[in-house]
């Protein structure tokens, strides 16, 4: 994949929608030497459920440490409810689920109100930042913060395209996590619900483990595509658009298009 070929692709795709303001990052997980891609990659964008990425790390790596474990009960309380996404919005105050349907709910239909629950586990979005931020001195990164719970539609929360695809290499492929964790994430990840940005610009039957994010102002998607066993290319893009404007998911899918045939030739 060679930067000289494929930026000035996006960049004339990216005249074409002059409204929208994007960061892209894609980095080749399969040769040292293959260079990433990156245009605005370490611009700061409103996270909206692309933070519930580094909120699963934290608690798995809680949970490979023995200090949450799967079948404790949570107990859905009127503070985390939420607007937008989910399922669990629409059940009564008491209802209880295991933390591993929770963390079932906050990846595959990006519920918000089992995001909330996950939250107060972890101590409460200080403390979840707080491990958050822990992460992100680990790994060097720099531009992702949970300020408030979800949903969060004026987009305080913050990431960037390259910290998402760094948190989601680590986390699958790295040392982040134990292979029971790294399994179950990729497992629930290749569930995700929401197959309409980055995934509908691949071929048919492409695997590709991810997670999207979606408010008036911003969409994104980030995740791992799997070629082959050995081939496996990291890959973020979030657009700030005129508020609900389909121009923004429109550009992911055509961009997504311009990488994957690009590769396809690397």
């Known amino acids: 994949m060679s930067p000289t070929s494929i930026i000035p692709k996006i960049n004339l795709k990216i005249k074409q929608y002059p409204k929208l303001s994007c960061g892209i990052y894609v980095k080749p997980l399969y040769r040292s030497e293959t260079p990433e891609i990156s245009i605005n990659g ?15 790390i934290v ?4 949970i490979d440490k023995g200090e949450i474990h799967w079948g404790k009960t949570l107990i859905l309380s009127r503070a985390h409810y939420a607007a937008g996404a989910g399922y669990l919005r629409t059940k009564k105050v008491g209802t209880k689920l295991s933390v591993r349907e929770a963390f079932k709910l ?5 519920d918000n109100t089992a995001t909330n629950m996950i ?17 992100n001195k680990k790994l060097s990164l720099k531009r992702t913060k949970l300020v408030n719970k979800l949903g969060d539609f004026k987009g305080t929360n ?17 040392k982040l996590l ?60 979030i657009v700030k658009r005129p508020f609900n404007s389909l121009d923004g998911q429109r550009f992911i899918r055509e961009v997504s298009k311009i990488v994957y045939d690009e590769l396809r030739r690397d």
Not at 158 to 174: H, S
Request: hydrophobic share 40%; proline share 3%; with cysteine.
């Open 42 to 56: 370490n611009s700061e964008f409103p996270a909206a459920s692309l933070i519930k990425i580094p909120i699963a």
């Open 59 to 62: 608690l798995l790596q809680k």
């Open 106 to 110: 906050m990846l595959t239909i990006s």
């Open 119 to 135: 939250i107060d586990l972890l101590g409460g979005v200080w403390k979840t930042n707080d491990e958050i931020q822990k992460l």
């Open 158 to 174: 913050k990431t960037c395209p390259y910290d998402l695809v760094i948190f989601l290499e680590e986390a699958l492929e790295g």
């Open 178 to 237: 134990s292979k029971a964790s790294k399994r179950i994430l990729k497992h629930t990840l290749f569930r995700v619900i929401n197959k309409s940005l980055i995934l509908r610009g691949l071929p048919k039957h492409t695997k590709f483990v991810h997670k999207t994010g979606t408010i008036g102002i911003c969409v994104g998607d980030a995740g791992i595509i799997y070629i082959n066993e050995k081939k496996k290319v990291g890959i973020s893009i």
